[in-house]
């Protein structure tokens, strides 16, 4: 009876020693938050724009529009953590999503866009933030990002051919973004968005570093020229013969630099600096001395009918290719077109004239035309060859690269009228 007794006893001790234990545990536990960067909503994600109004197609196009046609683009990227020396922190593609399928030129007619990211998963990190620069397009700048602060980020495209279809494309730095105000924010560049290439992340907000260039041509004549048994009909000619040619010969070799200095104190993006940039250089390209000789051709007769001012439609003779940046001044035009009058079926008079062979033109030498092709712009000339009166009209129009008004149709804003060249 004894034994048992001390057996409870000792038992009873034993208890209220653990409770005492645990007790005294828990008064000294901590209890901490801890972030974890495994969860998706701290993944670093990109929003794709321009700054042109886009098109309203949001469920089935790449970087810009379907005009681009881009399916990644590539970013280097510098954290600065809140401790510590600054590190470059990503130098790789950024490609689009539709969940876990990558989305190509090959498979967008089945997906949706609905995210921009890299391969790998790439994490906020805790403390800091970081400082992102992208570009994409047919030519890839060098990139100086060897300043010890990496304050300052330097892209240069040296000596590029621009061709047809060459497409170069610069977003604005991103600079000073952390998860707070990237990955859980969405940056609204064009309010009539609504999905697609337009995704919460990092703004990344894209330039065409290129211009170009339409040339279409109409004949016309006026009301007092007009006639009431004769036919006109007009054709643009590519090469008549060795000399009489119908050209535009723009240089199409030159070198781009752009420099970023950091001097943001919170999120924004902000412009390159151009480095070459000057009053008749706005777009900061160097211009080399190569020219590509472009043919106009023209298959297609204007003909302008009995008791008629126009042939209609225009016709476009060169249609949209790119042209590095560059004073029109430096730019050589030639045309020459054949000019026909009919009574009926019958020809009675033709002639072939010219624009610009003999007197050795340049399109900056035209009267009113566009001084200078600007990056992100596309400038159509209209060309209105009057048979009757001998006259060649240029009236050129400039738009935004991709500019669009709310309705879907191209929004050209003409800056010229009758700009007259006698051949």
């Known amino acids: 009876m004894n034994n048992k007794v001390n057996t409870m006893r000792i038992m009873k001790k034993y208890f209220i020693l653990a409770v005492a234990a645990l007790a005294a545990s828990a008064a000294c536990t901590k209890v901490e938050t801890e972030f974890n960067v495994s969860d998706p909503g701290n993944k670093i994600a990109f929003e794709v724009a321009n700054y042109a109004a886009q098109t309203k197609a949001p469920t089935n ?7 681009d046609g881009i399916f990644q683009f590539h970013t280097v990227a510098n954290q600065f953590p809140a401790i510590g020396n600054p590190v470059q922190f990503m130098d790789v593609d950024i490609l689009p999503w539709n969940g876990t399928t990558q989305v190509t030129s090959a498979n967008i007619s089945s997906n949706n866009i609905t995210a921009w990211a890299p391969a790998e998963d790439y994490f906020w990190p805790k403390t800091g933030y970081i400082n992102f620069y992208s570009y994409a397009g047919t030519a890839a700048p060098t990139v100086d990002n060897s300043a010890s602060d990496k304050k300052t980020v330097k892209f240069a495209y040296n000596d590029v051919t621009i061709d047809a279809n060459s497409n170069i494309l610069v977003a604005d730095p991103a600079l000073h973004y952390a998860r707070t105000n990237s990955a859980t924010e969405t940056y609204q560049v064009d309010n009539s968005e609504t999905s697609g290439h337009i995704t919460k992340g990092v703004p990344t907000l894209f330039h065409h570093q290129l211009a170009k260039i339409i040339v279409d041509v109409e004949a016309r004549t006026t009301d007092a020229k007009k006639s009431a048994n004769t036919i006109w009909k007009v054709q643009v000619l590519k090469d008549y013969d060795a000399t009489h040619v119908s050209t535009i010969s723009p240089i199409n070799k030159g070198s781009l630099a752009l420099t970023s200095a950091d001097a943001s104190t919170s999120a924004e993006t902000v412009a390159w600096t151009k480095d070459n940039a000057n009053a008749t250089n706005i777009s ?3 211009p080399g001395t190569d020219k590509e000789v472009i043919k106009l051709e023209q298959s297609e007769v204007l003909t302008i009918d009995v008791n008629q001012t126009s042939s209609g439609t225009p016709d476009e003779i060169l249609a949209a290719r790119s042209v590095m940046p560059q004073l029109t001044n430096g730019v050589d035009f030639k045309l020459t077109y ?18 610009g062979i003999d007197a050795a033109a340049v399109i900056g030498s035209l009267a009113n035309t566009v001084p200078s092709w600007e990056a992100n712009k596309k400038i159509t000339y209209h060309i209105i060859i009057d048979p009757v009166s001998e006259k060649v009209t240029f009236d050129p129009a400039v738009e935004e690269y991709d500019a669009l008004d709310a309705d879907g149709t191209v929004d050209e804003i003409n800056i010229n009228e009758n700009g007259l060249v006698t051949p």
């Not at 196009?61 to 005009?67: G, K, M």
């Not at 054949?338 to 624009?355: C, D, K, N, P, Y």
Request: no cysteine; charged share 20%; net charge negative.
């Open 338 to 355: 054949r000019v026909q009058a009919l009574h009926g079926s019958t020809v009675f008079m033709e002639e072939i004239r010219t624009v």
């Open 61 to 67: 196009v790449a970087l810009t529009n379907a005009e």
């Open 284 to 286: 900061g390209w160097v």
